[in-house]
């Protein structure tokens, strides 16, 4: 059954460490996004990809980094740089460019909370 | 710069009324407005949505309503039921943007039985 996955649900890293979190779809969606999401706030945009081999900064995309080598994955890649890591990270993926239902739905996968300790 | 905005953090509602959640928005370039809900944990799904050519939008117990002249969206929820208790999102996105979205804060509902 169709849908998006990430993995792991729960990640902690040591200060210092890089750390990469998964996102897969099987929905044949072109575009992918990564969220960040604090306690009591909004989500807020990190990166988007459109297609494959391309993407694009989102608001807060400083001490991250993703590829999109295949379609159905994009990566998000949490560097040392990144000043305050720990939040919950959602993915999420749409029909870019087709009016699917009327509009611009993006699907959610289920999220990661990262830790760091 | 917030260019869309829930102001109510929060709100508590009796099972079988109505629930109604605002939401307001700076960029008049926005034309698609979405209302996702969001459990604690899980990603956000979606509810319902309007285009900025229509004024309303209804979807079983949901109904959003648009008005642009004073750049704010409304959600009604009728009747709420326990089930509906969590975070409520609203979102906007420009279609020569693609499907970029900008995401409100979040109203927290509780619905009481």
């Known amino acids: 059954d169709g849908g998006i996955t990430q993995s792991p649900k729960y990640l902690f890293r040591k200060e210092g460490q890089n750390v990469t979190l998964s996102c897969e779809q099987n929905?044949?969606?072109?575009?992918m996004y990564w969220y960040r999401q604090d306690p009591g706030q909004g989500l807020r945009l990190i990166y988007y990809?459109?297609?494959?081999?391309?993407?694009q900064k989102g608001d807060i995309a400083e001490g991250y980094s993703v590829s999109r080598e295949k379609k159905e994955s994009f990566p998000l890649t949490v560097t040392s740089a990144q000043k305050n890591p720990t939040a919950f990270y959602l993915c999420?993926?749409?029909?870019?460019?087709?009016?699917?239902?009327?509009?611009?739905?993006?699907?959610f996968g289920p999220g990661t909370r990262l830790t760091v300790l | 710069d917030q260019q869309v905005k829930q102001n109510s953090p929060s709100l508590s509602v009796q099972e079988g009324r109505i629930s109604i959640l605002n939401c307001d928005y700076t960029?008049?370039?926005?034309?698609?407005f979405l209302w996702y809900k969001k459990y604690p944990a899980e990603g956000p799904t979606f509810l319902i949505s309007?285009?900025?050519?229509?004024d309303k939008n209804e979807d079983g117990r949901f109904t959003v309503f648009l008005n642009k002249s004073a750049k704010h969206l409304s959600l009604h929820i009728v009747p709420s039921q326990p089930g509906d208790s969590a975070v409520y999102f609203c979102a906007a996105s420009r279609q020569a943007a693609g499907n970029k979205l900008t995401f409100g804060g979040g109203t927290r509902v509780l619905v009481k039985p």
């Open positions: 999420a993926s749409s029909m870019f460019g087709i009016m699917v239902s009327g509009g611009h739905e993006q699907f």
């Open positions: 990809s459109q297609i494959v081999n391309d993407f």
């Open positions: 929905l044949n969606h072109d575009a």
């Open positions: 960029n008049s370039m926005f034309d698609y």
């Open positions: 309007i285009s900025s050519i229509k």
